[in-house]
């Protein structure tokens, strides 16, 4: 397997296997799964489930010795609550993971189209209690795990099943709704044993990711208490999105008057090309080879395009990953760094349609931060939805920006900058949720406390 050669066994100096494997494990490509969210009823049962179902959950050492499925498990603040955790266990959490993230939706700027009122009712549900994952390369490995945790879950009935939410590759090769390349861009994590793709950026400090080691100031940050119950474990961001995706190519069409055009405007908007290739490597035309190859594809910065010339300012990749960018409010980009481990759902649209078939389509939008709850905040209010940091005053995300038909995108050029205007919201919050992960040795405790 490549990714196993661009492991390094030396390197290793965090946990990894007290660390959930989905954390820090690329996923399988193609990808199947599952994400199940459970009501607990029963305390006591809920505890003898979580310790029937342990053996089963993937840590993160030896993780390309596994062709298996691999399944993860996460808790609500309303879940910890009900699996009866100490009192001084509780109130350690931080107050916006107690909140929720629909109580936090103006800061989060989950307002409009986006508001928690709008959202699914399953998100608005407060019997959510724990989240189990389940990714697999293929349908067979999948179903075969998904039986296993049924068969535990159908023998401790106060666990209940509330919802399921399947999800898969969207289109073969790894290509989003959108017809881009997905998952390339990841921050690289100290200690991990990764080796480094991007010749231009160090490793991340573990702390910043994950619970109980140093962060990038060499501290460590808040914690729920006791210290064994928090160390290795992480916060989890959950974001159900639907994808306008036909929206999107009809803007392409209307902005744009030859499909060559269309696909500069459309790279232009992400800052990359469909094949994953980055725009500041090869700015007048795609390059397959480059887009798929994990050792080129995400080596720049943007030292060399301060001006935005060749990726604009308000790009999404550049957005969130400023990369050395002159910025007009400065800022530690590697403190607002996340984890991105984010899959597809829904049926592919049909390609350039300007049509919306009425089908659900989207992401699932799941991130893992030390401080999530924080890095969200931060990220959705001030370069998301908010252009001041670039010099772009209220010019939001093209891609995941709450533009509700008044949306703008600058294109700086000679002699002047083109923009374009009147850009709707291609992604539509439909539910989230903030969770906690724990470390395997943690899932124990919280069995037998």
Not at 170 to 195: C, L, M, Q, T, Y
Request: charged fraction near 25%; hydrophobic fraction near 40%.
């Amino acid at each position: 397997m490549f990714l196993k050669n661009l492991f390094k066994r030396t390197a290793e100096k965090i946990e990894l296997q007290d660390i959930q494997a989905i954390i820090l494990r690329e996923r399988p490509l193609p990808y199947h799964g599952v994400n199940v969210f459970l009501e607990i009823l029963d305390t006591a049962s809920a505890k003898a489930f979580l310790k029937e179902i342990l053996p089963y959950v993937t840590n993160a050492k030896n993780w390309w010795d596994n062709d298996d499925a691999w399944l993860s498990i996460a808790f609500t603040y309303e879940g910890l609550k009900k699996l009866g955790l100490p009192q001084s266990t509780i109130e350690s959490f931080p107050e916006a993971f107690k909140k929720g993230m629909a109580a936090r939706s103006e800061k989060l700027m989950d307002i409009n189209e986006n508001a928690p009122e709008k959202w699914d009712s399953v998100f608005k549900a407060t019997n959510n209690h724990i989240a189990v994952s389940i990714v697999a390369k293929n349908l067979d490995d999948l179903n075969s795990k998904k039986a296993l945790a049924l068969q535990i879950l159908e023998k401790h009935q106060g666990v209940k099943l509330c919802f399921q939410a399947d999800f898969d590759t969207p289109i073969e090769g790894n290509f989003n709704h959108f017809g881009f390349r997905d998952g390339i861009s990841n921050p690289e994590i100290e200690g991990s044993g990764a080796e480094q793709l991007n010749s231009k950026e160090r490793p991340i400090k573990a702390g910043e990711f994950i619970l109980g080691y140093a962060n990038e100031a060499g501290n460590h940050y808040p914690m729920p208490q006791p210290f064994e119950f928090a160390r290795n474990g992480t916060f989890v961001i959950f974001r159900k999105y639907h994808s306008h995706v036909a929206s999107f190519n009809k803007y392409l069409s209307e902005q744009a008057k030859s499909k060559d055009e269309q696909e500069l405007l459309a790279a232009k908007m992400i800052g990359r090309w469909r094949s994953g290739a980055p725009l500041n490597r090869c700015p007048f035309k795609d390059d397959a080879a480059l887009g798929a190859d994990v050792t080129k594809n995400n080596d720049f910065d943007f030292s060399n395009d301060q001006s935005g010339k060749l990726v604009p300012y308000s790009s999404h990749m550049r957005r969130m990953n400023p990369r050395n960018s002159k910025m007009a409010v400065m800022s530690d980009v590697n403190l607002h760094r996340i984890i991105r481990k984010g899959v597809g759902y829904g049926p592919a649209l049909p390609k350039d349609s300007i049509k919306d078939d009425g089908k659900e389509r989207g992401l699932y939008f799941i991130a893992f931060s030390a401080k999530a709850m924080e890095t969200l905040e931060f990220l959705q209010k001030e370069w998301v939805n908010n252009g001041n940091f670039v010099s772009l005053k209220n010019e939001r995300d093209p891609m995941i920006g709450l533009n509700e038909g008044k949306g703008t995108f600058t294109m700086p050029s000679d002699p002047l900058p083109k923009r374009f205007v009147g850009m709707p919201t291609f992604n539509i919050l439909k539910g989230g949720m903030y969770l906690f992960m724990p470390g395997i040795n943690a899932i124990k405790w919280m069995s037998e406390v």
